[in-house]
């Protein structure tokens, strides 16, 4: 089980940036293969945002493409997640998770895949 922590949430503008950090220990790096941001809203199912593999291939969903970047240090310790251009259907609780390897990684948007899981942290957009 790996213990995550995110910050950097926040309230702004349509257009506005954020860029969330996400802190991670224990475990062991086969327990972060996968590092993903997810984001919910209240009464829906969590959505996958992004991936990033062991390797460093990442991978977003559609909505975000081109607006949002993914990355992380080499130890597997911060996982980051730059937001451009935030539109209000961005506004949502954004959560940092952690899974060991699986196939196919198409399945990345697949929150039961993911043993280890922040809290979240808060992301409104205002129009």
């Known amino acids: 089980q790996v213990d995550l922590v995110e910050s950097g949430g926040g309230s702004v503008q349509s257009g506005g940036n954020l860029t969330l950090s996400c802190t991670a220990s224990g475990g062991s790096t086969y327990d972060r293969y996968y590092m993903a941001w997810f984001r919910q809203t209240p009464g829906n199912e969590r959505e996958g945002v992004a991936v990033i593999e062991a390797d460093g291939t990442t991978n977003y969903a559609e909505s975000v493409k081109g607006r949002f970047t993914i990355s992380r240090d080499n130890a597997k310790t911060k996982l980051a997640l730059e937001m451009n251009m935030l539109v209000p259907e961005d506004t949502a609780m954004y959560y940092c998770?952690?899974?060991?390897?699986?196939?196919?990684?198409?399945?990345?948007?697949?929150?039961?895949?993911?043993?280890?899981w922040g809290k979240g942290t808060q992301v409104t957009v205002s129009s």
């Open positions: 998770a952690t899974a060991r390897f699986f196939w196919p990684t198409s399945d990345w948007t697949t929150p039961s895949n993911f043993a280890s």
